[in-house]
């Protein structure tokens, strides 16, 4: 990447959380107030912000700190009152947000009650869209160019997209599209060479291949600059000069792709130099069509790591409180003994599938721009030949599986749940119609706490059950994952299991040998007792067996079990229990609508005339509402707020009775 402008060194030093500038600016009005030459200071201010928030917050900082020059030229030249702004994902709009007067906010950012971290229409009048998924900001703003179009005064229309979301097909689609229609808009393209990880793909290569000319560019502009300064000669040659250069710049980065899908081209100009950005921004806000302008920016700018590893300063945690010295115990006072350390899910499946591809060369790991987020970078390293990073092209990823699963490999496409929506008809048409063995591994399943709605993964048991030939399991623990990837690995056609963002269970009770055989459509009844038969689906098992416990210590007892597997169900068990028990309670952390609770309904009301002459059976439904459920500190916080956590279901299972009791 090209050299970027420093951090204006004319500010004076300031004591942290002082802010005297950015305290001014409680919304784009009195940023649009203040001189051109105090920008600078405002967005070193914003910077220094961001960096002491952010940093005790937990969230995303790296995007976010390189893209401060460039949100507050936007606000400086655009009035997006009326304009209109399209943040692709959202995740870089910290500081719009904070020049947008939601600053005082930051201090539950994504907290229970606190600014969300995504662009939200609820929060204030400049968020036009809840967005969190990558790509389609083109499209969003070429629809509202559209409807822009029919005013005597249009206002502009801009869309923000950075280099990776840029490869997604969508954007393209978009891009495509308004070429054609000649739209009025602007395509802010925010160059830093990153997502969350490297950008990966030819398109990545391109872009970079435009860095390279920068050096070309202005030596280029120097020299014209030169010749118009010559007397008479000079304005005539200023056509040829043009010429001569579009043959060079052409010669340099051949086939330009933006202007050959006919759109304008401008760029690439410094992203961190603010008064040229408002500069730019102000030329090219008066032409007409469809206008890319290429920013290049620096990811986790002014953050101390981020020149070593831009990809770890992407998002952050809260600060940690300072742990106790070991030194300050007092004396003949021995440390707690260590126990198991809790496992994430996602390290589980990458440890258990790396553990599988030791012994299976057929397997292959695939990720849609997510190698660290779906754990697959601990795969890549270990078997470089045998990874596939796509860069944010879940569609192609799907249909890439399909190709591998056809020619007898055995592939395995790591995506977060809420992403897999984005693939759904490549998952229908070029896997399930044709039975293919892909394995999808659906991280983030179920509440993921403070990314919120837009990446809640609580849709995916349901569009993916009613698919023929699916098979859909979630394991409970470490032990569990390793058992459930090995039977999915055995299967003839697709499967998909899905665990959540969060720790496994530390396994205590439960060890392999004491367990049921692995095989689809087979439970695992781990407690068993009284007339209530709790069904639990993957990482909501702990919470049914902590239910159970809590019952236990009320004088109630109940049966627990591992539904492991939603298609196909255990059906047999399932009967039995329809038999046998009064009440039967599932236990999921997806949508109450078409998800696990739903099989059981579905399959109990089939066996229906097999129970003719017992008694009723009562069968409740423990799930997501038919809501979006928004974000919040944690997960467990959301879990207990929709009544899914141990208390809850204790006091749902105790409810059963009452009800009964009442009638």
């Given amino acids: 990447m090209g050299a970027h402008s420093a951090m204006s060194s004319s500010s004076p030093e300031l004591p942290d959380g002082t802010y005297p500038l950015l305290d001014q600016v409680h919304s784009p009005v009195a940023l649009r107030a203040l001189e051109p030459e105090q920008l600078p200071d405002l967005c070193d201010q914003l910077r220094a912000f961001l960096l002491q928030s952010v940093q005790g917050t937990g969230g995303h900082l790296g995007s976010n700190l390189g ?52 662009t939200n229409p609820a929060e204030s009048e400049y968020d036009l869209f809840h967005t969190g998924h990558a790509g389609t900001s083109i499209s969003l703003g070429l629809g509202m160019a559209a409807a822009a179009a029919l005013e005597e005064d249009p206002p502009h229309v801009v ?22 229609t000649g739209s009025r808009m602007l395509v802010v393209l925010n160059d830093n060479e990153w997502s969350i990880s490297k950008s990966v793909g030819s398109l990545a290569r391109y872009l970079s291949r435009i860095r390279s000319t920068r050096l070309v560019q202005r030596a280029g502009q120097e020299t014209k600059n030169l010749i118009h300064a010559i007397p008479v000669v000079g304005p005539r040659l200023d056509k040829a000069i043009d010429d001569i250069g579009e043959v060079m710049r052409h010669t340099v980065v051949p086939g330009h792709v933006f202007e050959e899908l006919g759109v304008t081209y401008v760029g690439p100009i410094d992203g961190h130099d603010v008064d040229g950005l408002v500069r ?53 006072e021995e440390a707690p003994p260590a126990g198991p350390k809790p496992l994430p899910y996602t390290k589980a499946f990458a440890k258990a599938l790396c553990s599988l591809a030791e012994g299976d060369m057929r397997i292959r790991a695939l990720t849609a721009g997510m190698p660290s987020g779906t754990g697959l970078d601990v795969f890549s390293e270990r078997f470089p030949g045998r990874f596939h990073d796509t860069g944010i092209t879940e569609q192609h990823l799907l249909a890439m599986s399909a190709g591998m699963a056809r020619s007898g490999l055995r592939p395995v496409a790591a995506i977060y749940s809420t992403f897999l929506q984005r693939g759904y008809d490549q998952v229908f048409q070029e896997i399930a119609l044709q039975g293919l063995p892909v394995i999808l591994a659906l991280d983030r399943a179920g509440p993921v706490g403070q990314d919120g709605p837009t990446h809640n993964g609580v849709f995916d048991l349901a569009y993916l059950r009613v698919l023929p030939n699916m098979t859909l399991g979630a394991p409970r623990d470490e032990t569990d994952m390793r058992r459930m990837l090995a039977a999915c690995l055995a299967q003839d056609g697709p499967v998909a299991l899905r665990f959540p963002r969060g720790t496994c269970p530390v396994q205590e009770v439960f ?42 210590a009320q004088g109630m007892s109940i049966t627990v079990v591992d539904a492991r597997w939603v298609k196909p169900l255990d059906e047999e068990l399932l009967a039995e229990h329809a038999r046998s028990m009064k009440y039967i309670v599932t236990l999921e952390d997806h949508q109450r609508a078409a998800g696990f609770g739903s099989a059981v309904l579905e399959s ?60």
Avoid at 74 to 79: A, C, I, N, T
Avoid at 159 to 180: K, M, Q
Avoid at 294 to 310: I, Q, W, Y
Avoid at 524 to 538: C, D, F, K
Wanted: with cysteine; proline share 5%.
């Fill in 511 to 552: 060890h392999e040998q004491e367990r049921r055989e692995m095989t689809p459509g087979k439970a695992e009844v781990l407690r068993s007792g009284g007339q209530v038969a709790l069904w639990a689906l993957g990482s909501m098992v702990e919470e049914a067996l902590a239910a159970a416990q809590l019952l236990e």
């Fill in 159 to 180: 869309s923000v997209i950075g280099d990776a979301s840029l490869g997604a097909g969508v954007a393209f689609e978009g891009l495509n599209y308004a070429g054609a």
């Fill in 604 to 663: 109990c009301n089939r066996m229906r005339p097999a129970r003719d002459g017992l008694p009723p059976l009562h069968i409740k439904v423990l799930g997501i509402p038919d809501c979006y459920v928004e974000h919040r500190t944690t997960r467990e916080e959301q879990l207990a707020v929709l009544g899914l956590d141990a208390e809850g279901v204790c006091r749902s299972v105790r409810g059963l009775f009452s009800a009964q009791a009442v009638k």
């Fill in 280 to 332: 730019s921004l102000e030329r090219v806000r008066q032409l007409e069509g469809v206008v890319v302008l290429h920013c290049l920016t620096e990811k986790g700018k002014g953050h101390p790591k981020a020149p070593d590893h831009p990809e770890r300063v992407h998002a952050v945690g809260p600060s940690a409180a300072p742990k106790a010295d070991k030194t300050e115990a007092s004396a003949g």
């Fill in 67 to 118: 893209v401060v020059e460039l949100t507050v030229a936007l606000h400086r030249v655009f009035d997006f009152r009326r304009d209109r702004l399209v943040w692709d994902v959202s995740h870089q709009c910290y500081p719009h947000k904070i020049l947008t007067g939601r600053r005082e906010g930051f201090a539950q950012l994504r907290r229970t009650g606190g600014v969300c971290g995504f």
